[in-house]
C-alpha cells in the first residue's frame, strides 16, 4: 500500500508538471519548485499520522524549506557560472559572423556535391554553444543560399539543418541541457565523459537525420524550390551577398572556432588528468591540466577567447553583446536550479526508493530515462525541461537500476537527451521556427521534422543501448 501510494504520487506530480507547463502555459521555474512542495507535504501528511514508515525516510515539516533551498542552491553553485558563460560566448558567436565563418569553412571541407551533409555538421557545430532555436536563425540565410547555389531540395536542407542543430542541443555540453543534467547526476568533475560520448552519440544522430533529409527531401517540394527553379530558368544571380552585408568583414576561422573547441578540449585533457591511473603525473602538468579543465575556468578561457571576435570594444559590445546572453541565460539557470529543488525532495523522500524498487524488479535499465524523457517532452515541449526534469527524478534511481557507475551515470543523461528530442512537435517553439522560416505548413512539418526527431530519438537509445550493454 505504501508502495502504491508513492508510486502515485511522483506519477501524479510528473501529470501536474506537464499539464501546468503545456496546458496552462505556467513558467516551468514555478511549476517545479510547486512540485517539489507538493512531493514533499504528500509524504510528511502521512508520516505525521504515523503511516508511510518507509525504511526509515521521515520528512520534517520544519525541514521542508530546507530540502528545496538547498537542493536549489547546490544545482546553482554549479551550473549557474557554466551557464551563464556558455550563452554569453554563444551570442558572442552570433553577433560577430563567427558562426556564419565556421558554416564556410565546413562547406569548404565536405564540397558543393554534399550540401545537405554540409547543414547537418554545420548545425551540429553551431548548436554546442547557441541554443538550436538562435542557431536555426542565425544560418537561416545561409541555408538558402547555400540551396540556390547548389539547386538542392530546399526541405532537404532544413531538415538537415534543422536535425543537425538538435543532435548536439540534448547531448552535448557545454549546451545548458545536458549540463544540467550531468550536475543532477552527479558528475560535475566528470564533465569530459559526458561531452566525448555525448559527441559520439550524438554523430549518429546527426546522421540519421541526414539520411532522413535526404529521403523526405527528394518527395516534397515547398514554394522555396518552385521560386529556386523559376530563378534559375529566368537567369537570375544566384550569389547571395546578404552574409557580407550584415557582418561585414568576417572573423578567421580559427577565431571562429576557437571560443568553442578551446573549452570542450582543455574539459577533456582534464577530465583525462584526473584518471587514477594519473598520465599526466601528479606534478604541476596535473595541476595545470586539472585546473584549466574545470568547466567554469575552461569556460572563462573561452569567454576570453571570444573578445576577439568583437569589432569593437564599446557599450553596444561589452554591455549590449554580453547583457544579452546573461538575459538569455537567467531563465535557463532557474529552471535548472528549481530541477535540483525538485531533485532533491525526491532524494529525501521514500519516493525515489520506491520507484527505484519497481522498476528495477522490471529490467528497464536505460529505457526508463528514456521514456520519463520523452513522455515530458512529448507532452510540454521543452527539451530542456525535459532533461532537468527527468535527471532530477533519476538522481535517486542510479542505484537501483544498477546505472550508479560513471559510465552508466554518463549513458543515462545521453539516454535522458535521446528522450528528451522525442518528438519535437507543435508545442516546441523549434517546430515553428523551422516551419516558418522555412515556409512549410503545419502538415509538412510534421511530416518532414517532426519525423525526424522521432527518427533521432530512437536511433540515439539504439545507440545507447548498445554502449550499455558493451560498457555496463
Known amino acids: 500500500m505504501e508502495a502504491l501510494y508513492l508510486t502515485l504520487l511522483l506519477v501524479v506530480s510528473i501529470i501536474l508538471i506537464v499539464l501546468a507547463t503545456s496546458k496552462y502555459k505556467v513558467h516551468p521555474f514555478i511549476v517545479l519548485i510547486l512540485a517539489a512542495f507538493f512531493v514533499a507535504i504528500g509524504v510528511a501528511i502521512p508520516q505525521s499520522f504515523g503511516w508511510l514508515q518507509y525504511e526509515g525516510k521521515i520528512i520534517d515539516w520544519v525541514g521542508i524549506e530546507g530540502i528545496i533551498r538547498g537542493g536549489f ?5 554549479y551550473i549557474g557560472i557554466v551557464i551563464v558563460l556558455g550563452t554569453v560566448i554563444g551570442v558572442i558567436l552570433e553577433k560577430s559572423g563567427a558562426a556564419v565563418k565556421m558554416a564556410d569553412a565546413i562547406l569548404r571541407v565536405v564540397g558543393p556535391k554534399r550540401p545537405g551533409l554540409a547543414m547537418s555538421i554545420i548545425g551540429w557545430i553551431v548548436s554546442i554553444p547557441v541554443f538550436c532555436d538562435s542557431g536555426y536563425v542565425i544560418l537561416s540565410s545561409l541555408r538558402k543560399s547555400v540551396t540556390r547555389k547548389t539547386k538542392a531540395s530546399a526541405v532537404m536542407m532544413s531538415v538537415a539543418l534543422a536535425t543537425g542543430l538538435y543532435a548536439s542541443h540534448t547531448l552535448v555540453p557545454p549546451t545548458p541541457g545536458p549540463i544540467a543534467a ?213 538522481a535517486s534511481l542510479l542505484v537501483p537500476l544498477g546505472l550508479d557507475s560513471t559510465m552508466g551515470a554518463v549513458l543515462t543523461v545521453m539516454s535522458i537527451g535521446a528522450g528528451a528530442m522525442t518528438v519535437s512537435h507543435a508545442n516546441d517553439s523549434y517546430f515553428w521556427v523551422v516551419a516558418q522560416f522555412t515556409g512549410m505548413d503545419v502538415k509538412t512539418a510534421y511530416k518532414t521534422q517532426t519525423m525526424a526527431t522521432l527518427i533521432q530519438g530512437i536511433v540515439t537509445l539504439v545507440v545507447v543501448l548498445i554502449l550499455g550493454f558493451i560498457f555496463l
Not at 542552491?73 to 553553485?77: C, S, T, V, W
Not at 515547398?222 to 537567369?235: L, M, P, R, T, V
Open 182 to 394: 550531468a550536475g543532477n547526476l552527479g558528475l560535475e568533475d566528470k564533465l569530459g565523459y559526458v561531452i566525448g560520448v555525448g559527441i559520439f552519440v550524438s554523430i549518429f544522430t546527426m546522421l540519421a537525420g541526414y539520411a532522413w533529409a535526404k529521403y523526405i527531401g527528394g518527395k516534397i517540394e515547398i514554394q522555396e524550390d518552385i521560386d529556386n527553379k523559376n530563378d534559375f530558368e529566368n537567369g537570375l544571380n544566384l550569389d547571395d551577398s546578404e552574409m557580407n552585408e550584415k557582418y561585414g568583414k568576417l572573423p578567421s576561422t580559427f577565431m571562429a572556432f576557437a571560443p568553442i573547441l578551446i573549452p570542450i578540449i582543455l574539459i577533456a585533457i582534464g577530465t583525462v588528468a584526473t584518471f587514477p591511473t594519473h598520465p599526466f603525473g601528479e606534478g604541476f602538468v596535473y595541476t595545470l591540466f586539472a585546473t584549466l579543465g574545470k568547466p567554469v575556468n575552461a569556460l572563462l578561457i573561452g569567454f576570453f577567447i571570444s573578445l576577439g571576435l568583437l569589432p569593437a570594444f564599446n557599450q553596444e559590445t561589452l554591455t549590449g553583446w554580453i547583457g544579452e546572453g546573461i538575459k538569455q541565460a537567467g531563465p535557463i539557470i532557474l529552471i535548472t536550479a528549481a530541477g535540483g529543488a525538485f531533485g532533491a525532495v525526491i532524494k529525501a523522500t521514500p519516493v525515489a526508493l520506491v520507484l527505484g524498487d519497481v522498476l528495477s524488479s522490471m529490467s528497464l535499465g536505460l529505457l526508463v530515462p528514456f521514456i520519463i524523457a520523452a513522455a515530458l517532452k512529448s507532452a510540454q515541449g521543452s527539451s530542456t525541461t525535459a532533461l532537468v526534469t527527468t535527471s532530477a527524478i533519476m
Open 73 to 77: 542552491g547546490g544545482i546553482l553553485a
